[in-house]
């Protein structure tokens, strides 16, 4: 965790000698590294199967690893590779419209020396520690979300937090969560998002817990920043898209 903290500070430091905006850089990091989840789960692939050190189970920023595909199929010197750890799902609520299956994404890697059916890859950054048996799929750079976009909240067709990375329960100002809404709802990165809780089974007044920005969409959710909060924003708090005009959209 230190060593993971020292590399974030050198990473702002170096942002501000090249004149980088620091929000900018720590939004990037927090895209890359996000949490999905994903319709299926992940199907087995290119996967870390060692290290330079007999034993050695962990990895972090700088560390070679060894992945378990070669130039036999189609790894070549310079590519990148996101790697990701896919979880359990046990600790995030299933619904009707949401079927977890959790992706935590532990950082990337540059591919150095290929083999025919191996090759060896440098840990360029690290969102969490990697572990052997974390799988990798291709790099993509992710796009930054526009500015926020203006409108009212929808309360008439709510969704709902869905998960947060690690399968933790509650999230906090600065926290990545995903809500059951996306594409398929009308979703666009920039929305702002309500969120809220019902009190005395529906029948109090509303409590507005908080906002968030959507990063990214998918067609059936989307990852959002939380940006104030009156409290802990808890798996299962409601949400209203903020439009222009409201769409008609199924219940959550």
Same mark, same amino acid.
């Given at each position: 965790?230190?060593?993971?903290?020292?590399?974030?500070?050198?990473?702002?430091?170096?942002?501000?000698?090249?004149?980088?905006?620091?929000?900018?850089?720590? $939004?990037?990091?927090?895209?890359?590294?996000?949490?999905?989840?994903?319709?299926?789960?992940?199907?087995?692939?290119?996967?870390?199967?060692?290290?330079?050190?007999?034993?050695?189970?962990?990895?972090?920023?700088?560390?070679?690893?060894?992945?378990?595909?070669? !130039?036999?199929?189609?790894?070549?010197?310079?590519?990148?590779?996101?790697?990701?750890?896919?979880?359990?799902?046990?600790?995030?609520?299933?619904?009707?419209?949401?079927?977890?299956?959790?992706?935590?994404?532990? =950082?990337?890697?540059?591919?150095?020396?290929?083999?025919?059916?191996?090759?060896?890859?440098?840990?360029?950054?690290?969102?969490?520690?990697?572990? $052997? =048996? @974390?799988? $990798?799929?291709?790099?993509?750079?992710?796009?930054?979300?526009?500015?926020?976009?203006?409108?009212?909240?929808?309360?008439?067709?709510? =969704?709902?937090?869905?998960?947060?990375?690690?399968?933790?329960?509650?999230? !906090?100002?600065?926290?990545?969560?995903?809500?059951?809404?996306?594409? @398929?709802?009308?979703?666009?990165?920039?929305?702002?998002?309500?969120?809220?809780?019902?009190?005395?089974?529906?029948?109090?007044?509303?409590?507005?817990?908080?906002?968030?920005?959507?990063?990214?969409?998918?067609?059936?959710?989307?990852?959002?920043?939380?940006?104030?909060?009156?409290?802990?924003?808890?798996?299962?708090? $409601?949400?209203?898209?903020?439009?222009?005009?409201?769409?008609?959209?199924?219940?959550?």
């Amino acid at each position: 965790m230190i060593h993971l903290l020292a590399v974030s500070a050198f990473t702002l430091i170096g942002a501000r000698q090249q004149n980088v905006p620091t929000r900018t850089v720590i $939004l990037h990091e927090q895209l890359a590294c996000a949490p999905a989840s994903l319709p299926t789960p992940p199907l087995a692939g290119i996967r870390i199967v060692g290290g330079y050190e007999p034993g050695r189970m962990m990895f972090g920023p700088g560390d070679p690893i060894v992945i378990d595909a070669g !130039s036999s199929q189609g790894v070549m010197p310079g590519q990148m590779f996101f790697v990701r750890r896919a979880l359990r799902g046990r600790y995030t609520p299933a619904a009707a419209d949401f079927q977890p299956n959790p992706v935590h994404t532990t =950082g990337w890697v540059t591919v150095q020396t290929v083999a025919e059916h191996t090759a060896i890859a440098r840990v360029t950054h690290a969102c969490d520690g990697m572990l $052997l =048996g @974390d799988y $990798l799929e291709p790099y993509v750079d992710p796009a930054e979300p526009p500015n926020a976009l203006q409108g009212a909240p929808d309360f008439e067709h709510p =969704g709902r937090v869905v998960m947060a990375d690690e399968e933790r329960q509650m999230g !906090s100002e600065g926290s990545l969560m995903l809500i059951n809404r996306g594409t @398929d709802h009308e979703v666009r990165a920039g929305q702002t998002v309500t969120i809220y809780r019902q009190t005395l089974g529906g029948v109090g007044p509303m409590f507005i817990v908080g906002s968030a920005t959507v990063l990214s969409v998918r067609p059936q959710t989307s990852l959002v920043r939380i940006e104030n909060t009156h409290d802990a924003v808890y798996l299962g708090d $409601l949400v209203a898209i903020n439009r222009m005009t409201p769409t008609p959209q199924s219940g959550g």
